[in-house]
Each structure stands twice: as structure tokens, then as C-alpha cells.
């Protein structure tokens, strides 16, 4: 009897009916992260995007049922803000994710330029966003260049030769080798920008592969291009930001700020080492805005 009473107690009764999910929520919460997923798509020019936005700031169950729809679909939310919208990462076992190996062979036949243009992709977020204080400052713009970017890598595969000859090491490792310091032997051989019969630059080439790249972030809604010069000029996004951030704390670009390699901007840029990189060993891929 005291087990019925409790059953029927309305307060008992009304607190799972508030927060009760309708279909049509569940729906709502698919279109915000459908939207999410259209990464040039500005919650500014479309209204239906916005007013979700606005709803998952001021509604937390319906944010939390939109980051469980995310989470189902394997994405991770990096932030949702009118800046960036609903922006999203996938995790490795989702079906959204780019895997590194897939990126490379659309890019190019050849399987040694993986290493290429996953530096490629390293490189350009070094130099969008060169000193800590520019990634942690939500109104900071990145600007860079095709010919910029290249010349970024040469200088850093300067900096390491140095370093080998200083440290009596072998300055030659094998083309196959995985880490970014075989990465860089290998551009350093590479022809900057090669030459075909019409005055374009080769797709093989170093210019040809970070060209690959700055297309690849422009298509994804991480860069916006601004201009031809250098080979051409690009401008960094909020998404590409967070995405930045995500991967700041990686091991390939904690070697890459270890260098020191100061990027040619405004002449106030600099990379700094990051701390505690001395045992730090690069693994396949890692850190790049790819999956291995």
C-alpha cells in the first residue's frame, strides 16, 4: 500500500514528464549538428542555424541531447559559439573522420609524400597561429601563404641539419623513416615549385603539396583564401582555431616549436620551445589533423 502512495505522489510523477525528449528535440538536435557539419556555413546568414545555436546556450537539456547525438555520431564538440557555430573534430572510430593515408593518396599516387603533406598540414598551423597568446585569443586572424608555408619548412629543415651536425648525428636518415626530421630530408630535396611546358607548379612539388593543403582547409571551412599572392594568401577561421588548439599539445608540433624556427610575419611572431619535449617522440601522424 505505502508503495502505491509513492507511485502516485505528483510531484514523483511530474519530473520525468518535463524532462521528457520529443522526437521532434531529437530532430532539432540532429539539424545543429548537421549544421555543424557544413563547416562554411555561417550561423550569421542562416537563421535556422542561429536560433538552434541560441537554443543550445540557453537550454541545457537540449545541449545535452545535442553533445549525446555528437557523441553517437563520433564527433567531438570542440565549441559552439555565433563565431564558429556548432564546431566539431571527429574522433578516430568515426565515420567522419580523414584518415592521413586517405588524404595522401587522393592528394598524390605516390605513398612516400604522406609524410609531406601531413608536415604540410603541420607547418600551416604552426605559422596561422605562431605564438601561444595568438591561439588562446579568440579575435586573432592568422594569415598565411603558399610560398610562406615553404619557405617556413625549408628553414626548419635548416635548423635540424644544424642541429645533427652539432650533434655529430646522421644527417641522411632513410626516406622511409617515420618522425619529422625524415619528413624535412625529404622536402629539402623536393623542388620547391618544379615547372610544367604552361608555367604551373608540379603537384609533387613542395609549393604543389602545401597548395593540397591550404585547398583541403579552405573546402573544410578552417581557411579563407584572400588573395594570389605567394603563390596564395589565406586567412585563418575560428573553427580552424579550435581545431589548432586541439592539437597544440601534440607531439609533432611540440618538436616543431622545439626548433625555435621564427616564421617571417610582421616581425613580432615567435615560436617558443614548449616544455618538457626532451623524451618526446614523434609517432605516425600524430598530431595532425588526420587519423593514422
Known amino acids: 500500500m505505502t508503495e502505491h502512495v509513492e507511485w502516485s505522489d505528483p510531484e514523483a510523477v511530474a519530473a520525468p514528464a518535463t524532462a521528457a525528449v520529443t522526437p521532434a528535440d531529437a530532430a532539432d538536435a540532429a539539424r545543429l549538428v548537421a549544421f555543424g557539419l557544413q563547416p562554411k556555413l555561417q550561423p550569421a546568414r542562416d537563421q535556422e542555424y542561429a536560433e538552434l545555436l541560441r537554443r543550445y546556450r540557453e537550454d541545457p537539456p537540449f545541449a545535452r541531447l545535442a553533445d549525446a547525438v555528437a557523441a553517437g555520431l563520433g564527433l567531438v564538440v570542440l565549441e559552439v559559439s555565433p563565431r564558429a557555430g556548432m564546431a566539431v573534430t571527429a574522433a578516430e572510430d568515426s565515420v567522419f573522420a580523414v584518415r592521413m593515408g586517405d588524404y595522401a593518396r587522393r592528394a598524390s599516387a605516390d605513398s612516400g609524400d604522406r609524410f609531406l ?29 603558399v610560398n610562406g608555408v615553404d619557405a617556413f619548412v625549408r628553414q626548419a629543415c635548416r635548423r635540424l641539419e644544424e642541429r645533427a651536425d652539432e650533434q655529430g648525428q646522421n644527417t641522411d636518415p632513410a626516406t622511409d623513416a617515420p618522425g619529422l626530421e625524415a ?81 617571417v610575419t610582421d616581425g613580432t611572431a615567435s615560436l617558443l620551445p614548449a616544455e618538457d619535449t626532451d623524451d618526446v617522440e614523434l609517432a605516425v601522424g600524430a598530431g595532425l589533423p588526420f587519423h593514422s
Open 183 to 263: 619528413a624535412w630530408r625529404i622536402w629539402a630535396r623536393r623542388s620547391s615549385t618544379g615547372a610544367t611546358k604552361d608555367a604551373r607548379r608540379l603537384a609533387g612539388s613542395t609549393t604543389g603539396i602545401v597548395g593540397k593543403a591550404v585547398a583541403f582547409l579552405t573546402d573544410s571551412g578552417f581557411l579563407q583564401r584572400t588573395g594570389d599572392d605567394s603563390g596564395g594568401t589565406y586567412r585563418t577561421t575560428a573553427r580552424y582555431q579550435l581545431q589548432v588548439r586541439d592539437m597544440a599539445g601534440s607531439a609533432a608540433m611540440a618538436e616543431l616549436l622545439e626548433l625555435g624556427v621564427v616564421p
Open 117 to 145: 603533406h601531413g608536415l604540410a598540414h603541420l607547418a600551416v598551423a604552426a605559422m596561422s597561429f605562431p605564438r601561444p597568446e595568438d591561439l588562446a585569443d579568440d579575435g586573432y586572424i592568422g594569415r598565411v601563404s
